[in-house]
C-alpha cells in the first residue's frame, strides 16, 4: 500500500540570511504538577526572523516572537505552557540560546488572561560571560513549589558544547550554578563534544531506564527522599570526537547525571549540583564501525530506554536498560537518507533520494512508501529540499517533517487498524504484513559468490551443492555482461549453458517441466528496465517512470513466452526485487505492451507474447486493444489516401505515400489484425465484469464503435449470419479474419462492447463534431454513427429469428437428441482398428452421396448396411424404436468362470438365449442371428 501524500501544515519563514541561518524545531510541553506532558504543538526558531509556536492538530499559527534581525540561535528552542493555579489564566515561556549579538539565554513570556483581553508578551535574557563555547541544550527542571508566592515551579538548564552545565531560575534573572563536572571534562577535554542532551523525569526513568538498575535509582535518589524533597532528574549527555567526517561508535559516549529538583545559589558541592550516575560506550553493531557525522541525530525515547541514532545509511537503536547497553535494532541500507524517525518500537520513517517510505526494522521490510518526487510535487517549495522529521505524535497518528520552508504532516493512522472502541493500539511490525515487502540487497538473493555455501541461503534458488552455487554465479556473471553490453548472442549462450541438461545440451526445458521461477525472474530483470522519460505523448503509457525493453534475446525469450514467464506480473516483480531498497512505483496501465511496441515497431514480439499462454491481465489486454485499433484505423485512412495518390498519378509506388502520411515505414495489417483478433480472444477469458470495467476505462466511445464493427465483421464472415445458399459478404482481406475468432467470443466481447458504451454513450451516438460542418467526411461520419444502431437492431432481429427457428427445430427433433444421449458407443481398441480399417477405406465411397435440394448442394452420409439385403432403410436407419431405448450390447463370445476365472467360449445356443433375453417385453426390435 501507498504512503499518502503529506498535508501542509504552515509555510515558515525563511532565514533572513538564507545562505547560513538556520531553522530549529522543537517539541512544546505542558506543566503541571512538576510533570511534563508533550502538547500538539511545535515551537520553530528561525534565524533572524522570530520564534512560532504551530498547532498541528488544528494546523495554525499560536503565536509569534519577533527578535532582532541579527539574532542566531544556538539550539532548538524549548516551550512550556501551564495553567496558573491561583488564577484563570495561562501562561507560555518559551526558551532559546543565541549566540549573536552576544551569548545570551532568552526567555519570550506570555500570559493570557480570560474572556477577549489580549495577551501580554515580555521578554528576558541572560548574557552569558563565563564560556565562549555555545549553547547546545536548554531545558526545564521542575519541582514543586512550597510557597503560593512563587509562580514559576521549574528551573532552566542550559549544557554547552565544551560540556559545561548552568542552572538558572525560570526568569533568568539569578544563576544557581555553573559547572563543568570532573567527570565530562574527563571526555570533553579537547578532542570530544557535546553534541546531544536528554532530560528525563525520574518517574519515567524507573519504567524503563532504571527498571533493571535499582542501583542507578537509589544512586540518583541520593538524600532527597529522606528529607522529603522532589524527585530530581535525569540529564544524559551524548558526546563524540568534534570536527571528524567519519565518527567510530565505540568512540561515543554516553554520561548520565542526577539533577537535584531544588538548587539553591551559594558553594555546594560537586556531587550536590550535577551527580555522576554512569559512563557508557556506545557498542558497535557488526559491520557499522563508522558512520558520516553530516545529518547525524541523536534522539531518546524514555519509554523504552532507546537511544536511537540517525544517519546517512539508516538508523540504530541501542538499549540502554541493560547493565550492558545492546543493539535492539538495526536499518542499514544502501541509500541516503536526509532523515530517519523512530514511530513505533519496530518501524521507522526515512526519507531517502528516491522515496519516503515506512520502514520495519525487526523483518527488514518497506510497509508504506511514496516517491520523494511526489511529496509536494504541486507545492511552491524547493522541490530539490531535503525532508527532515521533526516529532510523532502517536495518539494523532501523524508524523511532523519539513521539506524547505514548508511544515508538513504524513498520516500514518493506517499502520494500526483498531479494532472496536479499545484505546490500546495493535502492536505493529507483524511477520504477515512483511511477506513479500523485503529490502535485502538482490544481488545477495540472485547472487551468491559472496556467502558461504550454506543451504538457508540458496533455498529460493534450490541450490544444493557448491558444484550449483558455482554454476549459478557463472550464469549471473554471464548475463550481467551481456546485459551491459546489449549482447544478445551472448545471453542466450549462457541460458543454454544453464538450463540445458547433460542429456538434451540444446534443449532447453518444455511447458510441463520444472523451473525454478526466481531463475526466471532475475533473466527478466536483465531483460526490462525501468527508465526515466520527460517524452508525454497520448498513444504510448509514458510516464515519469517507464518500462523499458533493454534486451531481446530471441532463444532465450521464445522459451520464457513457451513456459508462460514473460507476463506483466512477472516482469514488475523482477524489477521490484532488482531496484531494492527502491520501492518501484505501481507500473501504468499498458506499460508492458508498450514497451515490447516501442522495441519493435513491426509488432512481431508483442504479437507473439499476446499468443503465449502467460496471464495477462484485462487492462493490459484493453490496452493493446486500444493501441491496435487505432493503428487500423490509422492504416485505412492512408489507405484511402494512398488509392486517391495512385488513381490521380501522383504516386509511382504505394509505399512511399504510406510512408509519408505515418512518418515510418508502416506496419502490415497483417501484423496489425494478428494482434487484434490476439487480443480479443485472449481477453475473451477474463471475467464479463473485468472485461468490461476494462473497456470502459481505457477505450474511448469511438474505439470501442470501432471494435463493435470488427466484430461484426468477424461475425458475418464466419458464417454465423448468412444461409448456406447466400452469397458471401464484401469481399474482405483474409488478414482482417485471421486468426479466426470463435462464436462465443465474438458474442462475449461484442455485448461487452455494448455494456461499456453504456446507455448514455448510445443515446449520443452522434459524433463529437460541429454539425454545420458539411464536408463529405463529417456527413459520411454521421452516415455511419447514426445507422450503426439501426444495423444492430436488424442483426439482433435476425439472430431472434434464428434462435426461435433453432428451437422450432429442436422440439421436432428432441426425441432423436434423446435417443441420440442413450447411444453409447465404445472404443475399438488397436487391434480392431487396424484389422477393420481396409473395410472401412472400401465402404466409404458407398456411405457419401451428393444431392441437390431447392438449389443447395448436399452432401448425405448413410449408414453402413443401409440399403443392403436383409436390412430396411427404412425401419432400420431413420426410425426409431417404438420405446425410444437404444437396443443392448450385444453378447460377447466369451465368459469367465466365477469360481476359477478361467474364460471359456459361449456356445451358439447359450448366445442365442441370452440375446432373446435381453429383449424387453412389448417391443418391436428385431434380432439379427
Not at 483498531?418 to 502492536?427: A, D, E, F, M, Q
Not at 490496452?623 to 485512412?637: C, D, I, M, P, V
Not at 515510418?664 to 481477453?683: A, E, R, Y
Amino acid at each position: 500500500m501507498d504512503l499518502q501524500s503529506p498535508s501542509v501544515l504552515a509555510q515558515l519563514p525563511r532565514p533572513l540570511h538564507a545562505s547560513t541561518g538556520k531553522t530549529r524545531i522543537s517539541d512544546v510541553f505542558s506543566l503541571a504538577d512538576a510533570k511534563k506532558r508533550k502538547r500538539y504543538e511545535v515551537a520553530v526558531a528561525v534565524d533572524g526572523e522570530a520564534v512560532n509556536i504551530y498547532n498541528v492538530q488544528t494546523p495554525k499559527l499560536v503565536t509569534s516572537y519577533a527578535v532582532p534581525p541579527q539574532s542566531t540561535f544556538s539550539c532548538t528552542p524549548c516551550s512550556i505552557r501551564r495553567k496558573l493555579p491561583k488564577k484563570s489564566s495561562v501562561k507560555r515561556q518559551t526558551y532559546t540560546a543565541a549566540t549573536r549579538p552576544e551569548r545570551q539565554i532568552k526567555c519570550f513570556v506570555e500570559e493570557i488572561g480570560s474572556g477577549s483581553t489580549a495577551p501580554v508578551i515580555s521578554s528576558s535574557a541572560a548574557t552569558i560571560t563565563d564560556s565562549s563555547s555555545p549553547t547546545n541544550f536548554v531545558g526545564i527542571v521542575p519541582y514543586t513549589v512550597e510557597d503560593d508566592n512563587e509562580t514559576d515551579p521549574f528551573d532552566i538548564l542550559a549544557v554547552h558544547e565544551d560540556g559545561r552545565v548552568r542552572r538558572l531560575s525560570s526568569d533568568l534573572k539569578s544563576q544557581r550554578w555553573s559547572i563543568q563536572h570532573s567527570e565530562i571534562s574527563k571526555i570533553c577535554s579537547t578532542t570530544h563534544a557535546v553534541h546531544s542532551c536528554f532530560l528525563v523525569d525520574l518517574e519515567d526513568a524507573k519504567k524503563a531506564l532504571f527498571k533493571r538498575r535499582l542501583d542507578l535509582a537509589a544512586l540518583a535518589l541520593g538524600d532527597s527522599t529522606a528529607s522529603g524533597t522532589d524527585e530530581p532528574s535525569i540529564l544524559l549527555i551524548v558526546s563524540h570526537p568534534k570536527d571528524a567526517y567519519q565518527i567510530a561508535l565505540k568512540d561515543v559516549t554516553v554520561q548520565m547525571f542526577s539533577v537535584p529538583a531544588s538548587a539553591k545559589s551559594g558553594g555546594h558541592e560537586e556531587s550536590q549540583r550535577l551527580r555522576h550516575l554512569q559512563t557508557i560506550q556506545v557498542p558497535a553493531p557488526s559491520g557499522l564501525d563508522k558512520v558520516n557525522s553530516d545529518g547525524l541525530q541523536w534522539t531518546f525515547h524514555s519509554g523504552s530506554a532507546g537511544l536511537q541514532l540517525s544517519f546517512s545509511k539508516g538508523f540504530l537503536n541501542v538499549d540502554l536498560s541493560q547493565y550492558s547497553p545492546s543493539v535492539t535494532s538495526q536499518f542499514v541500507l544502501d541509500e541516503r537518507f536526509s532523515s530517519v524517525m523512530r514511530i513505533s518500537p519496530q518501524c521507522v520513517i526515512g526519507a531517502s533520494d528516491s522515496l519516503v517510505a515506512v520502514y520495519d526494522t525487526q523483518y527488514q521490510s518497506v510497509q508504506r512508501s511514496i516517491a520523494a518526487g511526489d511529496v509536494l510535487s504541486g507545492a511552491s517549495t524547493n522541490a530539490d529540499a531535503s525532508m527532515v522529521f521533526i516529532s510523532y505524535f502517536a495518539k494523532l497518528g501523524i508524523a511532523v517533517a519539513t521539506k524547505g520552508n514548508t511544515l508538513i504532516a504524513f498520516d500514518l493512522t493506517s499502520l494500526h487498524s483498531h479494532s472496536g472502541p479499545s484505546l490500546k493500539r495493535s502492536r505493529d511490525g507483524l511477520l504477515v504484513d512483511a511477506i513479500g515487502r523485503g529490502i535485502g540487497s538482490s544481488a545477495a538473493q540472485w547472487n551468491m559468490a559472496s556467502k558461504k555455501h550454506r543451504s538457508e541461503n540458496m533455498t529460493s534458488l534450490r541450490l544444493t551443492s557448491p558444484e550449483q552455487v558455482e554454476k549459478w554465479n557463472r550464469l549471473t556473471k554471464d548475463v550481467d555482461e551481456a546485459a551491459k553490453t546489449r549482447n544478445a548472442e551472448k545471453f542466450d549462450k549462457a541460458v543454454l549453458s544453464y538450463f540445458c541438461s547433460s542429456d538434451a545440451p540444446k534443449t532447453l526445458p518444455n511447458r510441463g517441466q520444472y523451473v525454478n521461477p526466481e531463475s526466471t525472474l532475475f533473466l527478466l530483470s536483465k531483460m526490462f528496465a525501468v527508465e526515466d522519460s520527460d517524452i508525454q505523448d497520448g498513444v504510448s503509457a509514458s510516464s515519469p517512470s517507464q518500462l523499458r525493453l533493454v534486451l531481446w534475446p530471441s532463444a532465450t525469450c521464445d522459451w520464457l513466452i513457451g513456459l508462460g514467464h514473460l507476463s506483466p506480473d512477472n516482469v514488475e516483480i523482477a524489477l521490484r526485487r532488482a531496484s531494492k531498497p527502491r520501492v518501484l512505483q505501481p507500473l501504468v496501465t499498458g506499460s508492458f505492451v508498450q514497451s515490447l511496441i516501442d522495441a519493435d515497431s513491426s509488432l512481431k514480439k508483442v504479437n507473439q507474447v499476446l499468443a503465449g499462454p502467460s496471464t495477462i491481465s484485462s487492462d493490459e489486454l484493453a490496452y493493446a486493444l486500444k493501441y491496435f485499433l487505432n493503428q487500423a484505423r490509422l492504416h485505412s485512412s492512408a489507405l484511402e489516401e494512398t488509392a486517391r495518390a495512385i488513381t490521380s498519378g501522383e504516386i509511382a509506388t504505394p509505399t512511399q505515400e504510406l510512408t509519408r502520411h505515418l512518418g515510418v515505414q508502416p506496419v502490415t495489417l497483417k501484423d496489425i489484425f494478428t494482434g487484434l483478433n490476439t487480443s480479443i480472444q485472449k481477453v475473451h477469458s477474463q471475467p464479463t465484469s473485468a472485461i468490461v470495467q476494462s473497456l470502459r476505462s481505457n477505450l474511448s466511445r469511438t474505439e470501442l464503435i470501432s471494435l463493435v464493427h470488427h466484430l461484426r465483421l468477424s461475425l458475418a464472415t464466419g458464417g454465423y449470419t448468412s444461409r448456406c445458399t447466400e452469397n458471401p459478404p464484401t469481399p474482405i482481406t483474409l488478414d482482417q479474419i485471421t486468426p479466426s475468432l470463435s462464436l462465443n467470443t465474438i458474442i462475449d466481447l461484442m455485448t461487452a462492447s455494448v455494456d461499456a458504451v453504456g446507455p448514455s454513450g448510445w443515446i449520443s451516438a452522434l459524433p463529437a463534431m460541429d454539425l454545420s460542418d458539411d464536408s463529405d467526411s463529417a456527413i459520411a461520419a454521421a452516415s455511419r454513427e447514426m445507422e450503426l444502431i439501426a444495423d444492430m437492431k436488424s442483426e439482433v432481429s435476425a439472430a431472434l429469428a434464428g434462435v426461435e427457428e433453432a428451437t422450432y427445430l429442436k422440439g421436432i427433433l428432441l426425441e432423436y437428441l434423446r435417443f441420440a444421449d442413450q447411444v453409447s458407443t465404445p472404443a475399438a481398441t488397436a487391434a480392431d482398428a487396424v484389422a477393420k480399417i481396409d473395410d472401412e477405406t472400401s465402404a466409404s465411397s458407398n456411405l457419401v452421396r451428393y444431392e441437390k435440394l431447392n438449389g443447395a448442394d448436399l452432401v448425405i452420409f448413410g449408414r453402413p448396411g443401409e440399403g443392403e439385403d436383409g436390412y430396411d432403410g427404412d425401419a432400420g436407419g431413420k426410425m426409431l424404436p417404438l420405446s425410444l431405448k437404444p437396443a443392448t450390447a450385444d453378447v460377447s463370445k466369451t465368459k469367465i468362470n466365477k469360481s476359477t476365472g478361467d474364460t471359456k467360449s459361449r456356445t451358439s445356443r447359450e448366445i442365442g438365449y441370452l440375446r432373446r433375453k435381453a429383449v424387453g417385453k412389448y417391443s418391436f426390435e428385431r434380432l439379427l442371428v
